[in-house]
């Protein structure tokens, strides 16, 4: 199994800058692509940014520009860098990895969710 935890989300203003961290542990053999989801009030789940294990990185239209995603491979984390945020950007967010851990194959992983509010 592989237990994803996260961390950094918090109320911010609207222009300012949040960053989010997430670890994954337990027992992992390889982690594949890694990312962030989000889930605002009376919405339904979206993809906010993947990475890929080679670096390659994906993004909604609505963060382009604004929000970057980044990873260490030797530390299983992922990170997401938002900056000038909008009170659109108010969701709870997921942390989200593809992995193969030993003895379970290959699955999906969610974290627990972090609550990012943009208001002023």
């Known amino acids: 199994q592989v237990q994803l935890v996260e961390s950094g989300g918090g109320l911010v203003q609207p222009g300012g800058s949040l960053r989010l961290s997430c670890a994954a542990s337990?027992?992992?053999?390889?982690?594949?692509?890694m990312g962030w989801y989000r889930q605002a009030p009376g919405k339904q789940r979206e993809l906010v940014a993947t990475?890929?294990?080679?670096?390659?990185?994906n993004y909604v239209d609505s963060v382009k520009g604004r929000f970057t995603i980044s990873r260490d491979n030797a530390k299983n984390t992922v990170s997401l860098q938002m900056n000038s945020l909008k009170p659109g950007d108010t969701a709870v967010y997921y942390c989200?990895?593809?992995?193969?851990?030993w003895g379970t194959g290959r699955n999906d992983y969610w974290g627990q969710g972090t609550q990012v509010t943009v208001s002023s």
């Open positions: 990475i890929s294990s080679g670096g390659a990185t």
């Open positions: 989200y990895c593809n992995a193969k851990s």
């Open positions: 337990g027992s992992i053999s390889s982690i594949y692509g």
